[in-house]
């Protein structure tokens, strides 16, 4: 992303993220398997680790990806997504 990115103060920057990152899932930008990275994302938008780990569980909670332990989170299989 070149330009910051743009928060609304309204709403948690973790799901804000979420639903950033759930667009790109959705619109195959991010393909199954794609690997996500929270060092990545606190790059790309400035934010705390904790933050980004936030938006992982979002992510996660809804189907859009799992993660591996030792080896990181990775977008799911679109059938495993939840319908929202």
């Known amino acids: 992303m070149t330009d910051e990115w743009q928060f609304d103060p309204t709403s948690p920057k973790s799901a804000q ?3 950033e ?3 790109r899932i959705r619109s195959g930008e991010y393909p199954h398997k794609h690997p996500i990275y929270e ?3 606190v790059q790309e938008f400035g934010v705390a ?3 980004a780990r936030k938006a992982t569980v979002i992510l996660r909670g809804r189907g859009l990806i799992f ?3 030792g080896m990181g989170s990775f977008v799911a299989d679109s ?3 939840s319908a929202e």
């Open 49 to 51: 680790r904790e933050t």
């Open 79 to 81: 059938m495993e997504w």
């Open 67 to 69: 993660t591996v332990r």
């Open 21 to 23: 990152l759930e667009r």
């Open 17 to 19: 993220i979420a639903t």
């Open 39 to 41: 060092v990545r994302l």
